[in-house]
């Protein structure tokens, strides 16, 4: 499942680097993905909305295993 993962990150990584950012998948545990973001991503005040409305979305209408998306 971790790579599978990572393909659907592949998909949103160029919209977080064209606003100075980016997302590094840190494990996947039993559906739960957990990511860090860099660069301006890292201390955007928006970053809670970016992986729940934009990463885990994603990832749950890619892979229907994955139950959540959080933050380390």
Do not use: F, H, W, Y
């Not at 990150?9 to 998948?25: C, F, N």
């Not at 039993?30 to 909305?49: F, I, N, T, Y």
């Amino acid at each position: 499942m971790k790579e599978q993962v990572e393909n659907a990150l592949k998909k949103i990584r160029p919209l977080l680097q064209r606003d100075g950012g980016d997302v590094e998948l840190v494990e996947v545990v039993e559906g739960v993905v957990k990511v860090r973001l860099q660069g301006a991503c890292a201390g955007c005040p928006m970053s809670q909305m970016t992986i729940k409305n934009g990463i885990e979305r994603l990832l749950k209408q890619e892979i229907p295993e994955v139950e959540s998306v959080e933050s380390v």
